[in-house]
């Protein structure tokens, strides 16, 4: 930095310093301490006001698995997959009757397997070209 440049923001600097300690000075005791030196404070425009009550909590939900499905909800996709099935005797493949059960995947596995190991239902192929047929 040059030195006309150091000289003029040195000499701003103490030019501001004075002007604080003159307005420091002048304003009376009361108003330093009630911190009212420029008069009323305001809320900025876009501050919220103060509210008597306080807000609800945020609930906030928890991390890791997702909780279990009760016993009622798989034994009616149980029910449905079965009645499904029954109206089409050719059988459907398992992604016509996923998207017919509008079921999840793992749901319908579970719900598929439950079937087979009841004897509801049989099954034959194997992956993408898997064929349920009632019994």
């Known amino acids: 930095m040059s030195k006309n440049l150091q000289a003029a923001i040195r000499q701003l600097a103490e ?6 300690l003159q307005a420091a000075r002048s304003a009376s005791l009361e108003e330093i301490l009630n911190g009212d ?18 807000p609800e ?19 009616a996709s149980l029910d449905r997959l079965v009645d499904v099935l029954r109206k ?8 016509e009757l996923r998207s017919q059960l509008r079921l999840e995947k793992i ?4 719900a598929a397997a439950k079937a087979l190991e009841a004897n509801l239902i049989t099954r034959t192929g194997e992956k ?8």
């Not at 928890?62 to 016993?71: E, I, T």
């Not at 089409?88 to 992604?95: A, D, F, I, Q, T």
């Open 37 to 54: 030196a420029g008069g009323s404070a305001r809320r900025s425009p876009g501050r919220p006001r103060k509210t008597a009550t306080k």
């Open 107 to 110: 749901p319908f596995r579970q």
């Open 15 to 20: 030019n501001f310093a004075e002007g604080l």
């Open 128 to 135: 993408r070209s898997t064929t349920f047929y009632a019994k």
């Open 57 to 75: 909590p945020v609930v906030v939900a928890k991390r890791g698995r997702p909780a279990k499905r009760g016993g009622a909800s798989a034994d």
């Open 88 to 95: 089409n005797p050719k059988g459907l493949r398992s992604e």
